[in-house]
């Protein structure tokens, strides 16, 4: 079972799961998930190679969405589902694998379709980190800088750091070897015919307009809406506005 945080009260009602991206956690969207637990319960899982979860040869979406069916199981067997990049790609595979489990469903900033977006170089400037000499965050947050010119994502990655262990919580060889099924999206059968809301930033390249056809064909109720101060981490440049908009699909189909 994935390592998963939970907020807000359990009433029997149907809980919210919120899938992250690529070198996140459930952590990551703590400040967001608190705020919504004033109305849901939330389920914030670490997904499979990240945080505190199992580590896996495999890192392939059936294997990501079998994950979050479990999970689902586990809180009564019905959930609505965020996922947001990765996390994204697995919340529609597990919609299209398992759409008995899926109450609705909201993708933030992704597209079921393959991407160029090479993710090597945040994996290299990692394994670059001699974890020897990292006493707290901001050492490895230094090492990093020779690498990743962004602050925030090094403060991003640093929170997958565990400076007790000197070890990161990332699985990265695998990560590594299967980073081709992350960028892409395996052939799957079948559609989801429930809510389905793509929501994404106006400053980002991830969901264009040529892939309307390809999501509508997986997903026929598909609604589409921007963020347009925001790029492809939309929950992190707008986190009120990301809030509003789970609140405002939430409400419209719950």
Do not use: C
């Not at 670490?46 to 990501?64: A, I, K, T």
């Not at 793509?198 to 264009?208: E, Q, R, W």
Request: hydrophobic share 40%.
């Amino acid at each position: 079972m994935l390592n998963t945080l939970e907020y807000g009260a359990d009433h029997g009602g149907t809980p919210v799961l919120i899938a992250h991206g690529l070198f996140g956690s459930g952590r990551n969207w703590g400040v967001i998930a608190r705020r919504l637990a004033d109305s849901y319960h939330l389920l914030t899982p670490d997904m499979r190679n990240h945080g505190d979860s199992l580590h896996s040869d495999s890192h392939g979406y059936p294997d990501m969405a079998q994950d979050l069916a479990d999970l689902i199981d586990a809180h009564g067997g019905r959930a609505h589902v965020i996922g947001h990049s990765m996390g994204g790609k697995a919340a529609m595979a597990l919609a299209l694998l398992h759409p008995e489990k899926v109450a609705s469903l909201m993708v933030a900033d992704i597209a079921p379709v393959s991407y160029g977006h090479s993710q090597q170089q945040y994996i290299d400037a990692m394994r670059a980190v001699d974890l020897s000499q990292v006493e707290k965050r901001s050492d490895a947050a230094a090492q990093l800088a020779e690498h990743v010119d962004d602050t925030s994502l090094q403060a991003f990655f640093t929170q997958s750091l565990d400076v007790k262990a000197k070890a990161w919580k990332y699985n990265l060889d695998a990560l590594e070897a299967e980073m081709p099924k992350v960028l892409s999206f395996p052939d799957l059968d079948g559609l989801y015919d429930g809510a389905t809301f793509f929501l994404s930033g106006g400053k980002s390249d991830y969901v264009l307009p040529e892939h309307r056809d390809t999501i509508r064909a997986y997903f026929p109720k598909a609604r589409f809406a921007k963020m347009p101060d925001a790029g492809h981490w939309l929950h992190a440049d707008d986190p009120r506005g990301f809030e509003a908009s789970v609140r405002a699909f939430l409400k419209a189909v719950a």
